[in-house]
Nanobody, 121 residues
């Protein structure tokens, strides 16, 4: 599956952004979808994941209560609603697909190119 992320940008602390990730192909519903991020000088880290039907979600502790992952299988799209953004959320955000519901990046086979999110203080 090919993935294309969009929706990043520059926002002030406390603001909101919604990222989207459009997947190609007719098998979107068979993939677990996730968002990862990589900040300057940091390793790629897990942000959120959502199961095949959207009924199961996982979040990193750092984003719980502020970010919401969702998916629309009819539109082959996964979303990440980000509220109460902080400067430490600044990173390139990547969407990824896996056949397993996991938080480990090595289990994800398909990756989008990433979209930059910058949060100013």
């Amino acid at each position: 599956v090919q993935l294309q992320a969009s929706g990043g940008g520059l926002v002030q602390a406390g603001g909101s952004l919604r990222l989207s990730c459009l997947a190609s192909g007719r098998t979107f519903g068979s993939y677990v979808m996730a968002w990862f991020r990589q900040g300057p000088g940091k390793e790629r880290e897990f942000v959120a994941a959502i199961g095949w039907t959207g009924g199961t979600t996982y979040y990193a502790d750092s984003v719980k209560g502020r970010f919401t992952i969702s998916r629309d299988n009819a539109k082959n799209t996964v979303y990440l609603q980000m509220n109460s953004l902080k400067p430490e959320d600044t990173a390139v955000y990547y969407c990824a697909a896996s056949v397993r519901l996991t938080t480990g990046p090595r289990q994800y086979d398909s990756w989008g190119h990433g979209t930059q999110v910058t949060v100013s203080s």
